[in-house]
C-alpha cells in the first residue's frame, strides 16, 4: 500500500481524468476559464472547476502481474495524447465549417485522441461489466435448467457445506429472473477490456470515416458533452441490424458552437449550418450516453430537463465490434 504521504505528482492514488481538463475547458463559463456548468440527475446545475469532474480515484491504476506492483503509467500515456489533441482542437477552431483533412500525422493524432476518448471512460467499462455480468447470468440458467446437473456440480465445488435446500432456492431463483450477477467495472479486466477495442476504432475511423465540422450559426441553442464525449449512432434504416462501429455516424462536441462529426465516406451532407432541430438531436445522443455528469457553458432549466428526460434509464448493450450483430441498445 503506498505512503498516505505520496507527492502530489505521483500517480498512484491520485485522481486520474477520463475527459482531459484541456477538453473541458472549451465549454468553460465565460470569463471563467476553469470552471463550467455541471448537471446531474435531480440537482441544479453548479459551477466546478474542471479538475474536480469526469475524474476517479486510481482509474488507470493496474497491477503488474510479474511483481504485483501498481502502475499508472497508463496516466502517462494519456497525458500525452490528451496534448496532442488539444492542439488539433486549436487548430480545428480556425478552419470552416464543412468536410476537413489534415496532415498524415495530425489524422493519426486527432483520430488516436477521439477513439481514446470514446473507450477510456466509466461508461464504457460499466457497459462491458453489464454485459459480462448478463452473458454470465445466460450461462448460469442454462446450467440451471437441467436440476441434476446443477446439482452435481455445486456439490462438487461446495463438498461438505454443500446445502440441497439452499442450492434448490438458488437454482429456482436464477430460472425466476431473480437473481442477478454484478462485476466490478473498477475490476482490472475491463480496464484491458476496453483499451483493447481502441485499435480495431481507431482502423475504422482512419479508414472509413470522414471528418466533418458543423456548426451552430443557425439557432441560438448550445451544444453541450458530457463525462461520455464521444457518441456514435445509427441512421433509422440500420436499426434492426444493430450498431457496430463501421455504418456508424461519431460525434465529439468540441465547443458550445461547433461539433466534429465522423461519417462514412460514402455519405453527403447539404449543410453545416445546424438550426435548433440539428443542435438537439447532437445533444440527445450526449444526454442518453452520458453516465452522471453533462458540462455545459451555461446553465440552463432546459439542459436540466433534457438530461433528465433522455438520458439511459436503463442498462444498454453498445456493440463494439466493426461486425454487426443482431443484438442492439435498447430504446434507440
Known amino acids: 500500500m503506498a505512503d498516505k504521504n505520496y507527492p502530489k505528482d505521483d500517480k498512484l492514488r491520485a485522481l486520474h481524468h477520463f475527459v482531459p481538463q484541456s477538453y473541458l475547458r ?3 463559463i465565460d470569463g471563467k476559464p476553469d470552471q463550467i456548468y455541471a448537471y ?18 486510481d482509474l488507470y491504476t493496474y497491477t503488474e502481474q ?11 500515456v494519456f497525458a500525452e ?4 489533441g488539444a492542439n488539433l482542437l486549436h487548430k480545428l477552431d480556425s478552419m470552416p465549417d464543412g468536410y476537413f483533412t489534415l496532415p498524415e500525422k495530425e489524422q493519426a493524432d486527432l483520430l488516436t485522441y477521439i477513439a481514446y476518448l470514446h473507450t477510456r471512460n466509466i461508461q464504457e467499462r460499466k457497459h462491458r461489466a453489464t454485459s ?4 454470465s447470468l445466460v450461462y448460469l440458467k442454462t446450467l440451471a435448467s437441467n436440476k441434476d446437473k446443477f446439482h452435481q456440480d455445486t456439490f462438487k465445488v461446495f463438498g461438505e457445506k454443500y446445502d440441497q435446500e439452499k442450492i434448490e432456492q438458488t437454482r429456482l431463483s436464477v430460472l425466476d429472473d431473480k437473481f442477478e450477477i454484478e462485476y466490478d467495472y473498477m475490476d482490472q479486466h475491463f480496464l484491458g477490456d476496453t483499451l483493447s477495442i481502441t485499435k480495431d476504432l481507431y482502423l475504422i475511423l482512419m479508414e472509413r470515416k470522414q471528418a466533418v465540422l458543423v456548426s451552430t450559426k443557425g439557432t441560438s441553442k448550445v451544444f453541450v458533452t458530457s463525462d461520455n464525449p464521444v457518441t456514435h449512432y ?6 434492426a441490424l444493430g450498431l457496430g462501429y463501421i455504418n456508424a455516424i461519431f460525434q465529439i462536441p468540441i465547443t458550445p458552437t461547433r461539433c466534429i462529426l465522423l461519417i462514412n465516406k460514402n455519405m453527403e451532407m447539404s449543410t453545416f449550418d445546424y438550426g435548433g432541430n440539428d443542435v438537439d438531436h447532437i445533444n440527445f445522443f450526449t444526454y442518453y450516453y452520458a453516465d452522471r455528469w453533462i458540462f455545459s457553458n451555461i446553465k440552463s432549466k432546459r439542459i436540466s430537463q433534457m438530461f433528465k428526460d433522455h438520458r439511459a434509464t436503463k442498462p444498454h448493450t453498445r456493440i463494439s465490434s ?11
Open 234 to 239: 445509427g441512421l433509422p434504416e440500420q436499426k
Open 81 to 84: 495524447i490528451d496534448d496532442k
Open 66 to 76: 510479474s511483481t504485483g506492483d501498481e502502475n499508472a503509467a497508463l496516466e502517462n
Open 132 to 135: 459480462m455480468g448478463q452473458m
Open 40 to 57: 446531474e440527475l435531480d440537482k441544479e446545475p453548479y459551477p466546478s472547476n474542471v479538475k474536480n469532474v469526469a475524474a476517479q480515484r
Open 322 to 332: 466493426p461486425f454487426n450483430r443482431k443484438t442492439k441498445d435498447d430504446e434507440l
Open 26 to 28: 472549451r465549454f468553460a
